[in-house]
């Protein structure tokens, strides 16, 4: 994706991101908890609507690979604006799904606190801190490499060992790396890298997909619930 459509568009992918991931969390949390109350999904908690949330959460966090993987198709001649929109949203949703998450976690926990009005502050706090700081931590880690003229993995780790978002920082890291360090190529250099991590891009895709797949039919679980799932689906 093109910085310069991320960046004119940031309005709209912030939008998109933060309160159409919310209500995507609480539109299926609350159909699930709801289905839980009625009998219909015996196996969710109809008691603490904080398990359905947390469901709702999880699969809010979406990853669009094969959709853009469509769009960025050069015979479709996709809007560079619809594809910006959908990427730039896949990216940054992964911080308010997380944030979610956890603050209902925090919440479904007997031995915590109970959610009342005195924690919705701090609940809300935590998502401008995962937010801020996976952007300020990716931005500096991208600065880093860029002095050291050299590519790093130490981002992704670092972040989720500090509890925020890997993913997000590590797009924002991309970003800095693609303004700044690519200048330290040549120009050879630069085609070559692109052509490269492009390839290995399109190899580790692959391979997610198939271990998503072959992980379906080999997976041993638990207890798997069909109606549950046709209704999430």
Do not use: W
Request: a negative charge; proline letters at 3%.
């Amino acid at each position: 994706m093109k910085q310069k459509d991320f960046f004119e568009n940031v309005g709209a992918i912030t939008l998109f991101a933060m309160f159409g991931t919310m209500i995507s969390t609480f539109v299926v949390g609350g159909l699930a908890f709801y289905a839980a109350r009625l009998g219909i999904i015996p196996d969710v908690d109809h008691e603490n609507p904080m398990e359905a949330l947390m469901f709702g959460a999880l699969i809010s966090s979406v990853d669009p690979v094969a959709t853009l993987s469509i769009m960025g198709n050069a015979e479709l001649k996709c809007d560079p604006l619809l594809y910006s929109l959908v990427f730039g949203e896949s990216v940054l949703n992964d911080a308010v799904a997380i944030s979610l998450f956890r603050v209902f976690e925090k919440y479904y926990n007997p031995e915590g606190p109970s959610l009342s009005e005195a924690e919705i502050p701090s609940a809300l706090a935590s998502f401008v801190y995962i937010s801020a700081f996976s952007v300020a931590s990716g931005v500096a880690f991208g600065l880093l490499a860029s002095f050291l003229y050299k590519n790093t993995s130490v981002c992704y780790a670092a972040n989720e060992a500090m509890g925020i978002s890997g993913i997000m920082a590590l797009f924002f890291q991309g970003m800095v790396l693609a303004h700044y360090n690519s200048y330290n190529l040549s120009p050879t250099a630069h085609i070559a890298s692109e052509q490269i991590f492009s390839t290995l891009a399109t190899l580790s895709e692959t391979m997610v997909f198939l271990y998503m797949g072959m992980d379906c039919f080999t997976g041993r679980f638990g207890k798997t619930d069909m109606l549950f799932s046709v209704m999430a689906l």
